[in-house]
Every structure is written in C-alpha cells, then in structure tokens.
C-alpha cells in the first residue's frame, strides 16, 4: 500500500490508499480525490477484477509517487466502487500494459 500521492495541475497533494497490484495493469484513484484532473470527456470505462468492478471517466495529469513523477499519466477516476468490497481509495496495477483499460 502507498499514499501520499500528487495528482493534478498544479498539483495538489492528497493521501489515498492505493493498493500494488501485480494482477492488473491500471491506475484508479475515487473521484473524491481526483478533483480538480482533466477528464477526458465521453471515454468512461470499467475495470473488472475478480472479485467485483470499478467504473468511471479516464483522465490525464500528472502522478508523483515518492521521486517518481509521470506528467502525462492516464487513470480512472472512479465513482462507483460498489463492485469492490472494502474500502480502499485506489489500485495502482503493476503488470503488463497490454491488460490496460486506461
């Protein structure tokens, strides 16, 4: 798990647990702390994991993670989470980019 993530231009910092995933290969954070990201409009997706789902719009900003920073960094911004149990703020997928929905 991490947290203490930036998103956003300028970026604005916000904590989220985010849970390393080596079966997925995306970038979802809630909504609630999206705020303020670009949104691409009109491409909604949904993620399917094993056990439930996360739905909502792809965006585009700027992550930094510690010292790594990604300026053009494509994510989920997901407003439904009900498909998952538990209660976490994100999932940061570490496998291979071909499995991306984003």
Do not use: C, H
Not at 15 to 37: E, N, P, R
Not at 45 to 55: L, N
């Amino acid at each position: 798990r991490g947290s203490g993530e930036e998103a956003g231009s300028p970026p604005r910092a916000f904590t989220a647990t985010v849970v390393f995933d080596t079966g997925s290969s995306d970038l979802w954070v809630v909504a609630a702390g999206g705020a303020g990201m670009l949104v691409a409009q009109g491409k909604r997706t949904e993620i399917q994991y094993g056990i439930g789902s996360v739905s909502g719009n792809i965006a585009r900003t700027t992550v930094t993670i510690g010292d790594v920073v990604d300026a053009k960094q494509q994510l989920l911004l997901a407003d439904d989470t009900s498909g998952l149990p538990g209660s976490i703020d994100g999932v940061l997928g570490l496998a291979f980019p071909a499995m991306s929905k984003t």
